[in-house]
């Protein structure tokens, strides 16, 4: 696709902070006259974070149909509101760029197929973005998740809804071997071995090299452990100690901690004397506003992008990461993705 064409649109599905900072920084690297279109599954992802540009933000509500069929008619509901927002564009639109954390994800895979079918399959290009933890793991769909895909296509639910097509995909899980995937965004220093890699370009986001030097505070990242059984009670008491006899080692003034956009309620990490963060602040941004000498967490990729902006003036560590509740080929990846910027690993 010609990326200095005018008649290329972008739209960006966002879930998450991390997506929606990505989001940013990579509709704001682009210097050609294409239309950048928001659609989030949060409302609080339409805010301002890095980049103003976007020709249109649109809320993408995910609760508000229940009952049956209630993910296929939510779907169709979102696939009317991109068809009008890509409408408002004009009619002279022949390139669709789509920006996305993985093609498994129902409510924005199914544009897919719609825009192959309205504008030809290879002028719609998919581009994978980094989410979250996981992004370091890419492995293979299992049998079970290749059938559950293959379940979404079934005569019912295409005689039902026959405006809804679910893009088939198989092999690697988030979709990079497919021909609509064009490229996977990453991280500098996260190494992913595949031809369709491109780094993004932080230079305009990461810190000033010299602000916040001489701050003595800390961080700490809470993590919603419990939700995947990714940690016991006991393992977290392990951490909290671990992460006690650090903040002495490290002379840490300031101990601030920042729960996880989904927490849970269990407060993980959080100890007597940690000063609660109560605004609703993405980690990224917050970063550029407030100088810390360490961040610490478990497998947050919070650690991960607390390491890429802030840089030689913090040091991040990982505390009990070996203690995680994952397959060993996918700690393996998310370790080595951490170690390669400069995390700082402690097992316990």
Known sequence: MDENNAQLVRLFFVKTELERVVADMIAGSFNDDATCLLFAYKERLLGSYLWGGWSQKKYLALTDIKGLFSGQRVALSHLSEIESSIKIVGDEIKDIEIYLSRLKNNNSNYSIRYLQKRYGEFNVGVCIIPHGASSFYRGILTPKELKKIKSKNNILVRTLFPKLEYFEFSGERYGADTDVVKRIYTFPGHVLDHPKAEFIDISSFRRD??????????????????MRQRLTPDQVEK??????????????GKVYFLPHPREDGSMCFFQPGFELIKVAEPLELMLLNRAFKTVISSFSTGLFTSQIILGDHCQ?????MNLVNVDED?????????EGVGVNMIDI
Do not use: M, W
């Not at 996918?330 to 951490?338: N, P």
């Open 209 to 226: 090299s010299g602000a916040g030097a001489e701050s003595n505070d800390a961080l700490i990242v809470g993590q919603p452990v419990y």
């Open 239 to 252: 951490i909290n100690l671990r992460i006690s006899q650090l903040l002495k080692e490290r002379g840490c």
């Open 316 to 320: 991040t560590y990982a505390v009990g």
């Open 330 to 338: 996918e700690l393996t990846q998310l370790r080595s993705g951490f």
